[in-house]
């Protein structure tokens, strides 16, 4: 049988693989699967920004925000509860997800110009705060998986550049595999603060990790 996980749960198809087992397995003890599902989030990483935004006080002060790989919509369930209320938010992703108060929905792939433009013309403004949990559909190749994610990652790094607001800030996540080092640095131009952060959320034979970027330095 096949397994589809959709946010945090699991639509049964057919006949199930060992690792659909494996994967449905940690998902019944996951306790921030629990967690979510108590307290009606859609997906546990919504656990992962609630921590990132506690150290950091991301949605401080933000007023327009953008979420890179939205789907299922945990982390802009969580958006809307923190930002004030005359905050907007846009999403995309490449899946539609059921609608979130005071959230416009785009889908479509976020590398195409196009609509990264439909984004833009929708604040008509700068943007204060850009997060991506984007990740590419895994292949099972740890490096390839890796450059795969990279190439999406800076991809958003160049959107960031022309979009973000003098001292806005920037959070993607990585799969750590080689070129994070780099990447980091090539933040580091451009920000005023670059950190690693690992959640507690995070799974921990996980390779991802979360690169904060506070404080763009507007390019003069």
């Not at 580091?188 to 952060?197: A, I, L, M, N």
Request: with cysteine; glycine share 6%.
């Amino acid at each position: 049988m096949l397994q589809r996980p959709v946010g945090d749960r699991v639509k049964i198809t057919g006949k199930r693989s060992l690792s659909s087992r494996l994967w449905l397995d940690r998902q019944r003890r996951d306790l921030y699967v629990k967690q979510a599902r108590r307290e009606g989030y859609r997906s546990r990483a919504v656990f992962k920004l609630m921590e990132m935004d506690d150290k950091f006080h991301l949605t401080k002060n933000a007023k327009t925000i953008v979420d890179l790989g939205a789907a299922p919509g945990g982390w802009c369930q969580l958006l809307s509860e923190r930002v004030e209320e005359d905050a907007r938010i846009a999403a995309i992703d490449l899946v539609n997800f059921p609608s979130i108060p005071r959230v416009e929905q785009f889908i479509g792939d976020f590398t195409a110009e196009e609509n990264q433009q439909k984004m833009v013309d929708y604040f008509g403004c700068k943007i204060d705060l850009v997060l991506s949990d984007m990740a590419p559909s895994s292949i099972g190749h740890p490096a390839t998986d890796h450059q795969r994610l990279m190439n999406l990652v800076r991809g958003a790094h160049r959107f960031v550049k022309n979009v973000l607001t003098d001292r806005g800030n920037f959070i993607t996540k990585i799969f750590q595999g080689g070129e994070e080092k780099k990447f980091f640095e090539e933040l580091r131009e451009d920000f005023e603060k670059v950190c690693f952060f690992k959640p507690k959320s995070s799974r921990s034979p996980s390779a991802e990790i979360y690169v904060v970027a506070l404080g763009f330095k507007k390019c003069t």
